[in-house]
Every structure is written in structure tokens, then in C-alpha cells.
């Protein structure tokens, strides 16, 4: 949801190192059981709370992107009726531009929980992770090794080749902070009280309706494959010990958003919803995911899945908190996204690290991305 664009995959990359040199030290002692692919896990754990979780907002995410091409559809044609001029467009239509985009915008902001809190599952298992690519993580073309898989074929024939995940363009094309995919040659005083007010974006009707169609595609495609998506604690651990230990770069993007940085900030995203609403959405559905597992770890060190239970949910207090503080008008500076930042990801390091090496005592293989 900026540019550049990428989010999580230089993280899932570079968690393994770490998590492995973990899994070393926790199997030191125990050369029992050599099946570390499944170990106990097959019967060893309901998972069906885990699958219910993601059909469920992989639903609402298809219904979602659909309302937001359906309306992308109904700009593109009234944009095509004034000929692509822009400000004939709002001459003649301003207030039918205005609704759809304010609808528009309305359906984002339901999208973006919807998919926010399934990240955890969707990104932090490998068979799912291309989604959270093009979806919401990739960056642009100028970014070879974390680029989206897909381009933009654009009604006129033209092709934008790897534009950024599909939550960056829809946003920063709805709220005007990306001038790559805006109208060119016109003022976007969407409301018409004379000037251009922070959050008014005119999109180019071309860019704009092939990325709402392909966040269509993309939404449709993931519901799907959640139908057919039967997780395993194998899945579970792994989406774990992926996603939690990422706090320092979603706290990176708060610091640079405009949240904190105002109208210096280099986050052209993450600007209808503070990154803190991300963050805590993420570590709600690592939350449900672990709580899944923690029969399983519970068995073998009872104590030791209490104390990851107690953590993992201090953790999304913690960001909860946060969150609640900002949105009640705490303005917070640099120098403290810099500071909670770094004790979130000192939280999640331990809870990885737990989380990892019950995996290991339980013979549970960690997945690479």
C-alpha cells in the first residue's frame, strides 16, 4: 500500500535463519523421532476454528472487491463518455464522481480488515504467501526480487507492468497520494469547495478499473483456494513463527505515514487506517491461530504454553493500546514509533521462539518460504 510497495516478503525471507538456528538448539538432546514432517501433528490438533477464520474473510474480501469493481466499472464509463477529460468529467458529473469514489472509498476500508486479519494465515503459509504478494505485500516492477506477479492490461490496449500490490494502487489511487495512477491535467477538488483537500484523488479511469478488476480476480481466486485449504498444525506453527516477529518493519511504516509524519510522510499508503489497526488485525488471527495449537504444546510443557498464550496476548494488548491511544488523539513522534517499535519486536522474537521450539519438541516441521 506504497511505494515502493513491499511489506512482508524481505520478512518471510528473513525469519528463517533465525527460526532455524532456534529449531537447532531446541532438538539438542532429543534424536528419538526422526519424522519431523508431521510428528504428532496429524489428529493432534482441531483446526477448524483456523479454516472457518479464513473462508470466512476470504468471503467478505470477494463480496468487498466486487462492490469496489463494480463501481470502478461505473467511473470508467462515465469517464469514457466525457472522452478521458477529466475535467469535463467533473464539470458534468461531479457529484455522481463523488459518490462512486466516496463508496469506493467506503468499501476499501471495509476490504482492508478483511484481509488484514487473515494475513497471518494467508502470508505466513507458503502454499497461500503469492496472494499476500499480489494482494497486499508486492512491490512495483522497479523491485525485481519482491515485485507482484501481475501486470495490468488496461482497457486501451496498454499494459502496466507490475504496478505494486493491488491494496497500494486501489488506495493511493482513491486518496491521491500516488500521482502515477491519478488523472493528469486536472485539479481533483472532488467536493468542489475550491481546492484539493488531503484524502481527494481522481484516479485515471483506465489504471483504476483494470486494478479493481484484477483485485476482483485476485480476492475471487484466494476464497476459492481457502474452500479448498485444509491446515495443518505444520501450517499453524509456520504462520506463527512467519508472521509474529515483524514488528520493527510495520512499526517502520507507521513512523514514515502520515499518522505520524504528517505531510512529510514517504508512506503513500496506510492512509485510510493507521498501521497500528493492521498490526493488531494481524495479531488477532495469529491469536486464534495459536489457540488452536496450544492443546497440542500443552501436552508436552503445559507451562510453556501458558506462558506463549500469556505473551502472544500481551502483544496484541499492547498494539491494541496503542491503537486506541492514537485514535483517541495521542499524536506520537518518531522517536517513540522508534522505541515501542523495537520492544513489540523484542515481544515477538520470544514468542517465535517459543512458539518454534515447541514445534521441535512436538516434531513439527517448520515450513520455508
Given at each position: ?6 511489506r512482508h ?12 538456528a532456534?529449531?537447532?538448539?531446541a ?6 523421532d ?7 501433528s ?12 479464513l473462508?470466512?474473510?476470504s ?8 462492490q469496489?469493481?463494480?463501481l ?10 466525457a472522452?478521458f ?5 467533473l ?5 455522481e464522481v ?7 472509498k467506503?468499501?476499501?476500508?471495509e476490504?482492508n ?7 497471518g494465515i494467508?502470508?505466513?503459509?507458503p502454499?497461500l504467501a503469492?496472494y499476500?504478494?499480489d494482494i497486499?505485500a ?5 523491485d525485481?526480487?519482491n515485485?507482484?506477479?501481475f501486470?495490468?492490461e488496461l482497457p486501451?490496449?496498454d499494459?502496466?507492468?507490475?504496478p505494486?500490490n ?5 488506495e493511493t489511487s482513491?486518496y491521491?497520494t ?5 488523472a493528469?491535467?486536472v485539479?481533483?477538488d472532488?467536493?468542489g469547495n ?11 479511469a483506465e489504471?483504476?478499473v483494470a486494478?479493481v ?6 480476492a475471487?481466486?484466494?476464497?476459492a ?6 491446515p495443518?498444525?505444520s501450517?499453524?506453527?509456520t ?6 516477529p515483524t ?10 505515514s ?10 503513500q499508503?496506510?492512509v ?9 488485525d494481524i ?9 488452536q495449537?496450544?492443546?497440542m504444546?500443552s501436552a ?21 493500546d ?6 483517541g488523539g495521542?499524536?506520537?513522534t518518531?522517536?517513540e514509533?522508534?522505541?515501542?517499535g ?5 515481544q515477538a522474537?520470544a514468542?517465535?521462539?517459543q512458539?518454534?521450539q515447541?514445534?521441535?519438541?512436538l516434531?513439527i516441521?517448520l515450513?520455508?518460504a
Amino acid at each position: 500500500m506504497k511505494q515502493g510497495p513491499t511489506r512482508h516478503r524481505r520478512r518471510i525471507a528473513g525469519v528463517a535463519a533465525p527460526l532455524a538456528a532456534i529449531a537447532l538448539l531446541a532438538g539438542c538432546g532429543g534424536d528419538d523421532d526422526d519424522d519431523t514432517t508431521t510428528g504428532a501433528s496429524e489428529g493432534g490438533a482441531d483446526l477448524t476454528a483456523v479454516k472457518d477464520y479464513l473462508t470466512d474473510h476470504s468471503a467478505a474480501l470477494s463480496e468487498q472487491t466486487t462492490q469496489l469493481r463494480e463501481l470502478g466499472e461505473e467511473y470508467y464509463e462515465l469517464a469514457e463518455q466525457a472522452d478521458f477529460h477529466y475535467r469535463r468529467l467533473l464539470s458534468e458529473n461531479r457529484e455522481e464522481v463523488q459518490r462512486i469514489l466516496d463508496e469506493s472509498k467506503q468499501a476499501f476500508t471495509e476490504a482492508n480488515p478483511s484481509y488484514e486479519e487473515m494475513e497471518g494465515i494467508v502470508a505466513g503459509v507458503p502454499r497461500l504467501a503469492q496472494y499476500d504478494v499480489d494482494i497486499d505485500a508486492g512491490a512495483d516492477a522497479s523491485d525485481p526480487e519482491n515485485a507482484v506477479s501481475f501486470s495490468l492490461e488496461l482497457p486501451n490496449g496498454d499494459t502496466l507492468r507490475q504496478p505494486g500490490n493491488l491494496f497500494f494502487v486501489t488506495e493511493t489511487s482513491l486518496y491521491g497520494t500516488n500521482p502515477d495512477f491519478l488523472a493528469k491535467g486536472v485539479k481533483a477538488d472532488i467536493d468542489g469547495n475550491g481546492r484539493v483537500d488531503f484524502g481527494e484523488g481522481l484516479p485515471d479511469a483506465e489504471i483504476y478499473v483494470a486494478a479493481v478488476r484484477e483485485f476482483e480476480r485476485q480476492a475471487d481466486s484466494l476464497d476459492a483456494d481457502a474452500q479448498e485449504f485444509e491446515p495443518t498444525p505444520s501450517d499453524a506453527f509456520t504462520a506463527i513463527t512467519v508472521m509474529t516477529p515483524t514488528m520493527s518493519e510495520y512499526f517502520e511504516a507507521w513512523k514514515n505515514s502520515r499518522f505520524i509524519a504528517g505531510s512529510k510522510a514517504t508512506e503513500q499508503g496506510f492512509v485510510a487506517a493507521s498501521r497500528l489497526q493492521d498490526i493488531a488485525d494481524i495479531l488477532e488471527g495469529l491469536v486464534l491461530t495459536y489457540d488452536q495449537v496450544e492443546p497440542m504444546i500443552s501436552a508436552e510443557n503445559p507451562q510453556q504454553a501458558r506462558q506463549t498464550k500469556t505473551e502472544l496476548r500481551g502483544l496484541l494488548a499492547y498494539v491494541e493500546d496503542l491503537r486506541d491511544r492514537e485514535e483517541g488523539g495521542k499524536k506520537f513522534t518518531a522517536e517513540e514509533a522508534d522505541t515501542l517499535g523495537a520492544e513489540a519486536q523484542r515481544q515477538a522474537e520470544a514468542i517465535a521462539g517459543q512458539v518454534t521450539q515447541a514445534a521441535q519438541q512436538l516434531g513439527i516441521e517448520l515450513q520455508e518460504a
